[in-house]
């Protein structure tokens, strides 16, 4: 069960807004992007009937109803939604203190774990040259990752690639398959070793 609470006055907001979508049955859904990295956002969207998904969370509030993302639920422990009024109308705020939380287990998501250990094992030694790599998609359980700052253009990136990025994300998750590199070497201005 979801930890996210939606004050009394962001509810009336919220309600307010759904009603002006002239749409029986509309909802609100909560997710996170990117959860559990540091690009993590959180976000409310409209959800229409039929858009939620099976395994969403449903809260049902006095006025209003809010679908929670079950891929996002660990990272939305002990988030607030709020609503306070100011001179020029108001401010929906929300606060998700653990969205940007690594939080992987054996149920987790594959692109989750591997972010995991991109954030917390790859990059912090990537950065002693300026490096930081993400990544893009999942194909065929094969990360497909990008290359930046000091590692965009490095003449070690595919030992970096080979010996330490790969080598570690196989160790680490048995369901990854692969590793592919999709950036554009062509450019050396920030590159670590030309």
Do not use: W
Request: glycine content about 8%.
């Amino acid at each position: 069960m979801s930890k996210v609470e939606i004050t009394p006055s962001a509810q009336v907001y919220l309600a307010g807004l759904l009603e002006k979508q002239d749409c029986e049955g509309i909802a609100i859904r909560l997710f996170i992007s990117d959860p559990g990295t540091p690009k993590a956002e959180t976000c409310i969207a409209y959800c229409k009937p039929g858009e939620e998904q099976p395994d969403d969370e449903l809260m049902e509030l006095d006025n209003l109803r809010a679908y929670i993302e079950k891929r996002s639920e660990p990272f939305l422990d002990d988030a607030k939604v709020d609503y306070s009024e100011d001179r020029l109308g108001g401010q929906l705020t929300i606060r998700a203190p653990n969205s940007r939380t690594p939080k992987v287990n054996d149920d987790s998501p594959l692109e989750d774990k591997i972010n995991y250990v991109l954030h917390n094992e790859i990059n912090p030694g990537l950065a002693a040259h300026g490096g930081v790599v993400s990544l893009e998609e999942i194909v065929d359980d094969v990360a497909v990752l990008q290359f930046g700052g000091g590692c965009q253009g490095c003449g070690m990136v595919d030992v970096t690639l080979k010996e330490g990025v790969e080598k570690t994300l196989l160790t680490q998750i048995p369901d990854l398959k692969g590793v592919r590199d999709v950036t554009d070497h062509s450019d050396t201005s920030q590159a670590f070793y030309k």
